[in-house]
């Protein structure tokens, strides 16, 4: 793809329109997942485990059945057998098999005519438990004497003698370690803990089902991605993948915990078994207990560095659990731990590791934030032991166009040297610093993503522009695609209307996951609108009587290509269009591939903040987001997914944590527990937005969604160890932890 | 469940005193409805008062003191001018309870008769030697607030009793209090350590304290060790240390997700210490 | 089961319906009145989405019952424009990018709103802390606090 | 004939090289021939890797096309998020 954003000019590109979608969210008049209803519509409520392990002996819903109002009752006896792979583990994490594998898990589900009647029911279904003895730590899962999840749960790559929670294995590198480490000044050795985090989206995950014994449903969600809940939902239920129709509702946040099913394929077999639509809202307990909060890791890094700052060897080992299913993002965290920088002799091991916890899920550059938290630590220790700047130490190292990744291929055009270099120049860095003050540097990588991706656009009969794309707008996206339809096409901004289209009306797309949705979608509507702009050209170069081939595209018009092709009057796209049904018909474009052209985006962050030395409290004073947006299309909308990322990352680096009680119980299955950053909290979050542009898009775009939450675990750590003077390896750097810190308890 | 919105105490406690399943009264509601809505209690019968004259007013009492009603939110109290003049301290520890929100419904009351240690808006009342008017069926009487709480959800109300107004004695000259809390965000958090101190001067001597700590024992609890660190002293560094010495000796906390018990100890001490000074401001009248 | 019957005031509108004691004004405004402006995102008081003036008072709709709004005035976010004509809040945070997902803006929009009526004039850290019970989780609150900022300087210049 | 360079924990599965050589113009073809090469490797090809050539990540498009002085690094399959 042709690209030449540095002489390419733009109207619209780069501006900061109102979003299409501005009015309805600010009205109250958006329709969310849990806003949706339909007549003769049951209410679902799920029954969960209380316990962290057991063995499901017996359910009896006898009771339950009986309540007036109660319709339906479903267990994991009406889900067909046989499944297996990712397709098995989904429907195991959605209704309990023959054991509970965590505090929360769904083992029974009830429809009625009302919410409070299945909650109702709901107390009324007994169920005859074994507890078994439990584990929620990643380490304690591995090791010897812990309890097994389930055997034969591991994949080919874990060698033989391993623990059966050790589900996965991996090992990558290159060179020469020993060498690389003896070349070094300064070798240092540390290990780092993270806890879980939840995305903490606001809106709880509802849904509205409707199946019927023909196999034939719909499905009303709130998702990032409603072709992956089809393929879920089918697969666990047994249906036609066509079959479902999926629309998705806006969405009140994911960060991706919202990219696979919790709820929706319950309501769809309460659905089936009632006969009438079944609408089912999880409560934010179910949420924090029973959907897909991120991994925690334990990790051991080793780093070697020169006096003079080169890292001259890494490796480092990074046990994740992922809940009680495969899927530690494990193999992220192996591949972007070291990627920041070039070094010629690196190696990871990395363990997915089972446990007694809900199945985790995507959480906003999956795998990443933790092994960025142990490198960065170690990298600003092995600079403040040997007295060196930690961005000019970056910047000794720091990849470029060419480098080889520590995870094998040469980088193509990145802009991590761009992004320390302009918070390098940035004031803050300069600022001086008061009492039990202090500031952290670190910096960050998320590779971005293409995926399967479809979108069309078609002409109104008036010519304006309609846009359709299969990624729900999560976060202003339907304003970056009508920017980019508008850039296309030459006409106004307010002239395009972006839709989100449902399962049956466009080809397969993924979700709004993996920063791809402006990379992607945008690709596509891009790529769509060419189409349909040759079909303008042609209307033209036929009433003309000249070859389509003499007709060019400029501003909205077309127009006969030079002196050669004739001269005519410039046709409008309106005249274009009002005329379209007599010359030929409708006109659209379309538009379908997995593009892989997606270029990765690093981001480098400042944190200053003041630690409380008598409470160990912390206190953010002022951030700085510096990263690499290829291309900003809508910037207010780039700024604000910086923003966002560095604030999520301030709340797992803080006070956010998945807390479990010596019973397998989760702790803190409230917003009033689960802390993430209020208001108050915070200053303004400053930013950057660094532009080199990614030669994979036609307008040089790169995702930022994920990035951004990638640097702030460690730059938060290594300003507390400015402020207090000693280096904290386990986050979240809550209160208690870092006053034992500061008084030695370490 | 069943919904009552009584017109007099009497009523309300004659419901109260009738029912056989769990009763709850509703004044704000935020902790009942949170119960609610998690099914850790759903009352058989819900008794609304704030359909009982009177149950919203703060009045000034003839000596000097104030009497709150039982329905008065958080924001009532903050907005109130003489009360925040008189009691800072007891204003404020209302006022750290939730968000704004939760401002508009929470009341003193509830606070209390939810029988959380950690409750922001009880040390201080207790700091001031306030009272609460309980009244049952055999009448009414006037409770310390101290005694009301019994351990952790618990309170010392026989059933068909209830509190039906929070009283406040007279600040009187030369008098100052306050309320702090830790927490780990600046909003929206229970205590981990909650401390009032409410004390007189006279010229820069303190001739009376009261120390009170929350969230460092089954119940809040008043100090008297540490009020007397800091009796007959101007607040100096000695008896600043002595104050930090006698809250942490006074600590019996519970290790558990809000905070550990080391934790809790030292930073009661310095919550203490940093009350006081507030507290002593106030009373020599350098602070509001 | 028996259901209560209330009449009371939505945005001016008289408003009657049946609910359970159990059900909260959050519950009733969304299913029995059909208004779904205000979202229910964490039950518990937390998060502020379902935020609603109650007889003027600020406060979250799923900690007042649905039978207590008996003879009140209620008013949601479905409320807040004149007409056609978006108070100038509501255009501040679409001019100033303030929402991301959006599902935290109703409540926030009539909690700032709610500020500003009390006082037209706060610092940012006042603003901050007014705003502290309403999560958002997308924005990291910046522009939030400048679309407010920037609303109530041009009240302000209005008034 | 296109260099194949296989990830550490791979290589036990092919001889232990760290790089093999295979005939083929596309990625899917390239994978192919891995596995016909090195029967041990089909395990770790049938959950799936993603590949990179000449830097560019591929999740998993089969049909993008390798040259023979392409560098080409199989990777651990992944996703987005």
Same mark, same amino acid.
């Given at each position: 793809m042709a690209l030449d954003s540095d002489t390419q000019k733009f109207k619209y590109i780069g501006t900061r329109p109102d979003r299409p979608d501005g009015l309805d969210k600010v009205t109250g008049r958006a329709r969310f997942g849990a806003d949706f209803s339909m007549p003769g519509m049951l209410h679902g409520a799920i029954l969960r485990s209380p316990h962290a392990h057991a063995k499901i002996l017996k359910i009896d819903a006898t009771k339950a059945l009986a309540l007036r109002g109660v319709k339906a009752v479903v267990t994991r006896a009406d889900f067909p057998t046989g499944l297996t792979g990712e397709d098995w583990n989904i429907q195991e994490n959605v209704m309990a098999g023959e054991k509970a594998l965590y505090d929360?898990?769904?083992?029974?589900?009830?429809?009625?005519?009302?919410?409070?009647?299945?909650?109702?029911?709901?107390?009324?279904?007994?169920?005859?438990?074994?507890?078994?003895?439990?584990?929620t730590d990643v380490d304690k899962a591995m090791a010897d004497d812990a309890p097994v999840i389930r055997e034969g749960a591991a994949d080919y790559s874990v060698p033989e003698g391993m623990h059966p929670n050790i589900v996965r294995y991996m090992e990558s590198g290159r060179g020469d370690l020993e060498a690389g480490f003896a070349a070094a000044d300064l070798v240092l050795e540390q290990s780092y803990k993270t806890e879980a985090a939840h995305q903490g989206y606001i809106e709880p995950h509802a849904c509205v089902g409707q199946l019927g014994a023909d196999g034939k449903g719909e499905l009303w969600c709130c998702t990032q991605g409603h072709w992956f809940v089809r393929q879920m939902c089918t697969a666990v239920l047994g249906l036609e993948a066509t079959q479902l129709r999926v629309t998705p509702s806006e969405i009140g946040g994911g960060f991706g915990g919202k990219t696979t099913v919790f709820i929706d394929p319950v309501a769809l077999a309460l659905s089936r078994k009632a006969n009438r639509p079944v609408k089912i809202v999880m409560s934010r307990s179910e949420v924090l207990r029973a959907s897909g909060p991120t991994s925690s890791a334990s990790m051991d890094i080793k780093m070697g560095m020169t006096r003079d700052g080169k890292i001259t060897a890494a490796s480092g080992t990074f046990r994740m659990q992922g809940g009680a299913f495969p899927g530690a993002p494990v193999d992220v965290t192996t591949m972007l731990a070291f990627a920041n920088y070039d070094i010629a002799d690196v190696h990871h091991i990395g363990f997915d590791v089972m446990t007694n916890r809900p199945k985790q899920a995507a959480y906003r550059a999956?795998?990443?934030?933790?092994?960025?938290?142990?490198?960065?630590?170690?990298?600003?220790?092995?600079?403040?032991?040997?007295?060196?700047?930690?961005?000019?130490?970056?910047?000794?190292?720091?990849?470029?166009?060419?480098?080889? !990744?520590?995870?094998?291929?040469?980088?193509?055009?990145?802009?991590?040297?761009?992004?320390?270099?302009?918070?390098?120049?940035?004031?803050q860095y300069n600022t001086p610093l008061g009492p039990n003050q202090g500031r952290g540097v670190a910096s960050g990588y998320w590779m971005n993503w293409g995926g399967e991706t479809s979108a069309s656009v078609a002409i109104g009969e008036d010519g304006t522009v309609q846009v359709s794309i299969g990624t729900p707008d999560i976060g202003g996206s339907r304003a970056s695609m009508a920017l980019m339809a508008a850039e296309a096409f030459g006409v106004p901004y307010d002239n395009v209307r972006v839709n989100i289209a449902d399962t049956g009306t466009l080809g397969i797309n993924e979700p709004t996951h993996g920063s791809r949705a402006t990379f992607a979608s945008g690709l596509a509507t891009v790529e769509a609108a060419k189409e349909a702009i040759g079909k303008l050209c042609k209307r033209a170069a036929d009433k003309w009587g000249i070859d389509a081939e003499a007709v060019t595209w400029e501003d909205g018009f077309a127009k006969p290509s030079g002196p050669n092709a004739g001269e005519f009057p410039p046709l409008s796209i309106?005249?274009?269009?009002?005329?379209?049904?007599?010359?030929?018909? *409708?006109?659209?474009?379309?538009?379908?591939?997995?593009?892989?052209?997606?270029?990765?985006?690093?981001?480098?962050?400042?944190?200053?903040?003041?630690?409380?030395?008598?409470?160990?409290?912390?206190?953010?004073?002022?951030?700085?987001?510096?990263?690499?947006?290829?291309?900003?299309?809508?910037?207010?909308?780039?700024?604000?997914?910086?923003?966002?990322?560095?604030?999520?990352?301030?709340?797992? !680096?803080?006070?956010?944590?998945?807390?479990?009680?010596?019973?397998?119980?989760?702790?803190?299955?409230?917003?009033?527990?689960?802390?993430? *950053?209020?208001?108050?909290?915070?200053?303004?979050?400053?930013?950057?937005?660094?532009?080199?542009?990614? *030669?994979?898009?036609?307008?040089?775009?790169?995702?930022?969604?994920?990035?951004g939450i990638t640097p702030p675990l460690p730059a938060v750590a290594n300003a507390v160890r400015d402020a207090i003077g000693v280096r904290m390896t386990q986050l979240p750097l809550t209160p208690p932890r870092v006053l034992a810190a500061i008084k030695g308890r370490g | 469940m069943r919904y009552h919105t009584p017109s007099s105490f009497e009523d309300a406690t004659a419901i109260a005193a009738r029912a056989t399943g769990t009763t709850r009264y509703l004044a704000?509601?935020?902790?009942?409805?949170?119960?609610?809505?998690?099914?850790?209690?759903?009352?058989?019968?819900?008794?609304?008062?704030?359909?009982?004259?009177?149950?919203?007013?703060?009045?000034?009492?003839?000596?000097?003191?104030?009497?709150?009603?039982?329905?008065?939110?958080?924001?009532?109290m903050t907005e109130h001018g003489g009360l925040g003049r008189d009691w800072p301290g007891i204003v404020e520890g209302m006022d750290l309870i939730g968000s704004t929100q939760v401002q508009g419904r929470a009341t003193l009351t509830g606070n209390l008769c939810n029988g959380s240690p950690a409750a922001d808006g009880v040390p201080a009342l207790i700091a001031a030697n306030a009272t609460v008017t309980v009244t049952g069926p055999d009448g009414a009487r006037d409770v310390a607030v101290e005694a009301i709480p019994a351990g952790p959800g618990k309170t010392t109300l026989?059933?068909?009793?209830?509190?039906?107004?929070? =009283?406040?004695?007279?600040?009187?000259?030369?008098?100052?209090?306050?309320?702090?809390?830790?927490?780990?965000?600046?909003?929206?958090?229970?205590?981990?350590?909650?401390?009032?101190? =409410?004390?007189?001067?006279?010229?820069?001597?303190?001739?009376?304290?009261?120390?009170?700590?929350?969230?460092?024992?089954?119940?809040?609890?008043?100090v008297e060790d540490a009020a007397r660190a800091i009796i007959g002293t101007t607040l100096d560094d000695a008896a600043l240390n002595a104050l930090d010495a006698a809250a942490q000796a006074a600590c019996a906390p519970i290790d558990d997700k809000r905070g550990t018990i080391e934790f809790r100890t030292e930073v009661a001490g310095v919550l203490a210490k940093r009350a006081a000074k507030i507290a002593y401001a106030r009373a020599r009248g350098e602070a509001k | 089961m028996s259901k209560i019957h209330v009449t009371t005031t939505v945005n001016g509108d008289e408003v009657e319906y049946l609910c359970d004691p159990r059900e909260t004004l959050l519950d009733c405004l969304r299913d029995r009145v059909g208004l779904t402006g205000a979202k229910e995102g964490c039950g518990t008081g937390d998060c502020g989405a379902c935020s609603v003036t109650l007889d003027g008072r600020l406060v979250c709709s799923c900690l007042v019952l649905g039978a207590e709004a008996e003879g009140k005035e209620v008013t949601t976010i479905e409320g807040m424009a004149t007409g056609d004509t978006l108070h100038p809040l509501q255009r501040k945070f679409i001019e100033h990018a303030a929402l991301q997902c959006g599902i935290c803006t109703p409540g926030i929009l009539i909690a700032a709103k709610a500020l500003l009526e009390k006082n037209p004039d706060p610092t940012e850290t006042e603003m901050r802390y007014w705003l502290a019970g309403n999560l958002c989780r997308c924005t990291g609150y910046d522009k939030i606090i400048r679309a407010v900022m920037d609303a109530a300087q041009e009240m302000r210049e209005a008034s | 004939m296109v260099a194949v360079n296989l990830w550490s924990g791979l290589r036990a599965l092919a001889d232990g090289q760290e790089v093999v050589e295979v005939e083929g113009e596309t990625v899917g073809q390239l994978l192919d021939a891995l596995v016909a090469a090195y029967p041990g490797l089909a395990p770790a090809m049938e959950r799936g890797v993603s590949i990179s050539v000449d830097g560019q990540i591929i999740p998993k498009n089969r049909g993008a096309k390798v040259n023979t002085d392409s560098e080409v690094f199989i990777l651990q399959r992944l996703y987005a998020g």
């Amino acid at each position: 793809m042709a690209l030449d954003s540095d002489t390419q000019k733009f109207k619209y590109i780069g501006t900061r329109p109102d979003r299409p979608d501005g009015l309805d969210k600010v009205t109250g008049r958006a329709r969310f997942g849990a806003d949706f209803s339909m007549p003769g519509m049951l209410h679902g409520a799920i029954l969960r485990s209380p316990h962290a392990h057991a063995k499901i002996l017996k359910i009896d819903a006898t009771k339950a059945l009986a309540l007036r109002g109660v319709k339906a009752v479903v267990t994991r006896a009406d889900f067909p057998t046989g499944l297996t792979g990712e397709d098995w583990n989904i429907q195991e994490n959605v209704m309990a098999g023959e054991k509970a594998l965590y505090d929360g898990h769904a083992v029974a589900a009830v429809a009625a005519t009302s919410q409070l009647i299945a909650r109702d029911a709901l107390k009324l279904i007994e169920v005859e438990y074994e507890v078994l003895r439990h584990v929620t730590d990643v380490d304690k899962a591995m090791a010897d004497d812990a309890p097994v999840i389930r055997e034969g749960a591991a994949d080919y790559s874990v060698p033989e003698g391993m623990h059966p929670n050790i589900v996965r294995y991996m090992e990558s590198g290159r060179g020469d370690l020993e060498a690389g480490f003896a070349a070094a000044d300064l070798v240092l050795e540390q290990s780092y803990k993270t806890e879980a985090a939840h995305q903490g989206y606001i809106e709880p995950h509802a849904c509205v089902g409707q199946l019927g014994a023909d196999g034939k449903g719909e499905l009303w969600c709130c998702t990032q991605g409603h072709w992956f809940v089809r393929q879920m939902c089918t697969a666990v239920l047994g249906l036609e993948a066509t079959q479902l129709r999926v629309t998705p509702s806006e969405i009140g946040g994911g960060f991706g915990g919202k990219t696979t099913v919790f709820i929706d394929p319950v309501a769809l077999a309460l659905s089936r078994k009632a006969n009438r639509p079944v609408k089912i809202v999880m409560s934010r307990s179910e949420v924090l207990r029973a959907s897909g909060p991120t991994s925690s890791a334990s990790m051991d890094i080793k780093m070697g560095m020169t006096r003079d700052g080169k890292i001259t060897a890494a490796s480092g080992t990074f046990r994740m659990q992922g809940g009680a299913f495969p899927g530690a993002p494990v193999d992220v965290t192996t591949m972007l731990a070291f990627a920041n920088y070039d070094i010629a002799d690196v190696h990871h091991i990395g363990f997915d590791v089972m446990t007694n916890r809900p199945k985790q899920a995507a959480y906003r550059a999956p795998g990443a934030p933790m092994g960025a938290f142990a490198v960065e630590s170690m990298l600003d220790e092995l600079c403040r032991q040997l007295g060196l700047d930690p961005i000019d130490t970056r910047l000794k190292n720091a990849v470029k166009e060419g480098t080889r !990744a520590t995870f094998g291929p040469k980088f193509p055009p990145v802009g991590l040297i761009e992004t320390l270099e302009a918070a390098k120049a940035h004031p803050q860095y300069n600022t001086p610093l008061g009492p039990n003050q202090g500031r952290g540097v670190a910096s960050g990588y998320w590779m971005n993503w293409g995926g399967e991706t479809s979108a069309s656009v078609a002409i109104g009969e008036d010519g304006t522009v309609q846009v359709s794309i299969g990624t729900p707008d999560i976060g202003g996206s339907r304003a970056s695609m009508a920017l980019m339809a508008a850039e296309a096409f030459g006409v106004p901004y307010d002239n395009v209307r972006v839709n989100i289209a449902d399962t049956g009306t466009l080809g397969i797309n993924e979700p709004t996951h993996g920063s791809r949705a402006t990379f992607a979608s945008g690709l596509a509507t891009v790529e769509a609108a060419k189409e349909a702009i040759g079909k303008l050209c042609k209307r033209a170069a036929d009433k003309w009587g000249i070859d389509a081939e003499a007709v060019t595209w400029e501003d909205g018009f077309a127009k006969p290509s030079g002196p050669n092709a004739g001269e005519f009057p410039p046709l409008s796209i309106a005249e274009i269009a009002a005329e379209m049904g007599s010359t030929g018909g *409708p006109i659209s474009g379309h538009f379908e591939s997995s593009p892989d052209g997606f270029g990765g985006s690093f981001g480098t962050h400042i944190v200053d903040l003041e630690v409380d030395p008598e409470t160990g409290r912390s206190t953010i004073l002022r951030y700085l987001v510096v990263q690499d947006a290829g291309k900003a299309i809508h910037p207010a909308y780039v700024e604000g997914q910086f923003q966002g990322g560095a604030v999520q990352g301030i709340g797992w !680096a803080l006070n956010e944590e998945y807390i479990y009680g010596a019973d397998g119980r989760l702790q803190n299955p409230i917003f009033l527990d689960y802390r993430v *950053p209020v208001a108050s909290d915070l200053p303004m979050i400053d930013t950057i937005i660094v532009e080199v542009p990614n *030669p994979g898009h036609p307008y040089g775009v790169r995702g930022v969604g994920e990035t951004g939450i990638t640097p702030p675990l460690p730059a938060v750590a290594n300003a507390v160890r400015d402020a207090i003077g000693v280096r904290m390896t386990q986050l979240p750097l809550t209160p208690p932890r870092v006053l034992a810190a500061i008084k030695g308890r370490g | 469940m069943r919904y009552h919105t009584p017109s007099s105490f009497e009523d309300a406690t004659a419901i109260a005193a009738r029912a056989t399943g769990t009763t709850r009264y509703l004044a704000g509601g935020t902790d009942v409805l949170v119960q609610l809505r998690s099914d850790v209690v759903t009352p058989d019968d819900l008794i609304d008062v704030k359909h009982i004259p009177g149950v919203k007013d703060i009045t000034q009492t003839d000596d000097g003191g104030w009497r709150i009603g039982v329905a008065v939110a958080g924001a009532e109290m903050t907005e109130h001018g003489g009360l925040g003049r008189d009691w800072p301290g007891i204003v404020e520890g209302m006022d750290l309870i939730g968000s704004t929100q939760v401002q508009g419904r929470a009341t003193l009351t509830g606070n209390l008769c939810n029988g959380s240690p950690a409750a922001d808006g009880v040390p201080a009342l207790i700091a001031a030697n306030a009272t609460v008017t309980v009244t049952g069926p055999d009448g009414a009487r006037d409770v310390a607030v101290e005694a009301i709480p019994a351990g952790p959800g618990k309170t010392t109300l026989a059933q068909g009793e209830m509190v039906t107004a929070v =009283n406040i004695p007279a600040r009187g000259k030369n008098g100052g209090d306050a309320y702090l809390r830790f927490i780990p965000r600046t909003e929206m958090d229970i205590a981990v350590v909650g401390c009032a101190v =409410n004390l007189t001067v006279e010229g820069e001597k303190i001739t009376g304290a009261r120390v009170v700590l929350g969230a460092v024992a089954p119940t809040i609890r008043a100090v008297e060790d540490a009020a007397r660190a800091i009796i007959g002293t101007t607040l100096d560094d000695a008896a600043l240390n002595a104050l930090d010495a006698a809250a942490q000796a006074a600590c019996a906390p519970i290790d558990d997700k809000r905070g550990t018990i080391e934790f809790r100890t030292e930073v009661a001490g310095v919550l203490a210490k940093r009350a006081a000074k507030i507290a002593y401001a106030r009373a020599r009248g350098e602070a509001k | 089961m028996s259901k209560i019957h209330v009449t009371t005031t939505v945005n001016g509108d008289e408003v009657e319906y049946l609910c359970d004691p159990r059900e909260t004004l959050l519950d009733c405004l969304r299913d029995r009145v059909g208004l779904t402006g205000a979202k229910e995102g964490c039950g518990t008081g937390d998060c502020g989405a379902c935020s609603v003036t109650l007889d003027g008072r600020l406060v979250c709709s799923c900690l007042v019952l649905g039978a207590e709004a008996e003879g009140k005035e209620v008013t949601t976010i479905e409320g807040m424009a004149t007409g056609d004509t978006l108070h100038p809040l509501q255009r501040k945070f679409i001019e100033h990018a303030a929402l991301q997902c959006g599902i935290c803006t109703p409540g926030i929009l009539i909690a700032a709103k709610a500020l500003l009526e009390k006082n037209p004039d706060p610092t940012e850290t006042e603003m901050r802390y007014w705003l502290a019970g309403n999560l958002c989780r997308c924005t990291g609150y910046d522009k939030i606090i400048r679309a407010v900022m920037d609303a109530a300087q041009e009240m302000r210049e209005a008034s | 004939m296109v260099a194949v360079n296989l990830w550490s924990g791979l290589r036990a599965l092919a001889d232990g090289q760290e790089v093999v050589e295979v005939e083929g113009e596309t990625v899917g073809q390239l994978l192919d021939a891995l596995v016909a090469a090195y029967p041990g490797l089909a395990p770790a090809m049938e959950r799936g890797v993603s590949i990179s050539v000449d830097g560019q990540i591929i999740p998993k498009n089969r049909g993008a096309k390798v040259n023979t002085d392409s560098e080409v690094f199989i990777l651990q399959r992944l996703y987005a998020g």
